[in-house]
């Protein structure tokens, strides 16, 4: 099964940041494949997201359901294929630690 992992450093207060993360429409877009989305509610919302495999692409619809919110922790959503059969998971973790940078990462800074 695929698996997608992105961390981001925000350097901001977490009350911040959580005030952005509340509103789905702030973190759709920022999914890996993102075309475009609807929002139904505040837990229920279709996307619209590419994936790419080698020389081919398919955009496909997804049902996304918000089946947990944790204040200033964690949004914890199931995706469910509506164009094609897919499934999974998501997780949107604040709070955490910043990973370890390595010498090369901070020459790219």
């Known amino acids: 099964m695929p698996e ?10 977490l009350s911040e ?8 429409d702030n ?7 993102y075309v475009s989305h609807e929002k139904h509610s505040d837990e229920q919302s279709t996307w619209k997201l590419t994936g ?5 692409s398919k955009t496909i619809e997804v049902s996304v359901k918000v089946t ?5 922790d964690r949004v914890a959503f199931e ?11 998501g997780t949107l973790q604040l709070g955490m ?3 370890e940078r ?8």
Not at 27 to 33: E, K, L, S, Y
Not at 68 to 72: F, K, Y
Not at 79 to 89: H, N, P, R, Y
Request: proline letters at 7%.
């Open 52 to 56: 790419d495999l080698g020389p081919f």
């Open 17 to 24: 940041v959580w005030h952005f993360v509340q509103e789905m």
């Open 79 to 89: 995706l469910t294929g509506i164009t094609e059969q897919v499934q999974g998971t």
């Open 68 to 72: 947990e919110w944790v204040q200033a």
């Open 27 to 33: 973190w759709a877009p920022m999914m890996r494949g």
């Open 97 to 99: 630690d910043a990973p």
């Open 102 to 109: 390595s010498g090369w990462d901070r020459f790219w800074d």
């Open 4 to 13: 997608v992992r992105a961390d981001t450093v925000v350097q901001r207060p």
